[in-house]
């Protein structure tokens, strides 16, 4: 087996393709136009009721520009909503028609779209980040030493300074 990680050939075919669009600096600013245009629209032109107060977080457009993942929050809701994913679906078509009128490229990407949820995660890692560096129970301080700092020293372990 080539890869250890496992995934087969589709995560080793997803891994070429994510690395090619970020290497693409093309699918890049492709990315960037469709966000700003996609947002533009669903305020603007988009009556379906499902979609509400969404935001276009980012577009991550293939190497081959031929499809695009769309990320999107929904203010106001926690978690995904069903209901928003199906208006957002449902709209696909006539963003994507939208789109190629005002991209003016040859072949506009299909669309696909995704809950963000890059803000959740942040969080999520910022909580444990915080339980880590939180002192343990059992430690005790020590008076500063002739630098002005105070270390906590584990009561495990007296002689060995924590960083």
């Known amino acids: 087996m080539l890869f250890a990680s496992g995934g087969g050939a589709h995560a080793v075919a997803s891994r070429v393709r994510k690395a090619m669009a970020k290497?693409?600096?093309r699918a890049r600013r492709l990315g960037?136009?469709?966000?700003r245009e996609l947002?533009?629209?669903l305020r603007r032109d988009v009556k379906d009721e499902r979609i509400g107060n969404v935001t276009i977080t980012e577009v991550q457009v293939t190497g081959d520009l031929r499809a695009a993942r769309v990320y999107y929050l929904v203010f106001g809701k926690e978690g995904p909503d069903a209901n928003v994913q199906r208006g957002l679906q449902s709209a696909a078509?006539?963003?994507r028609n939208a789109l190629s009128r005002s991209l003016m490229i040859r072949y506009?990407?299909?669309l696909s779209f995704e809950l963000d949820t890059s803000i959740e995660h942040g969080v999520r890692l910022t909580k444990l980040i915080d339980s880590v560096n939180k002192p343990?129970?059992?430690s005790e301080r020590?008076?500063?030493?002739?630098?002005?700092e105070d270390h906590v020293i584990d009561s495990g372990d007296p002689g060995r300074k924590a960083e």
């Open 93 to 95: 078509g006539f963003l």
């Open 39 to 41: 947002g533009d629209l």
């Open 108 to 110: 506009t990407p299909t």
């Open 142 to 148: 020590s008076s500063g030493d002739a630098s002005g």
């Open 136 to 138: 343990a129970h059992g």
């Open 32 to 35: 960037e136009q469709i966000q």
């Open 23 to 25: 290497d693409n600096p």
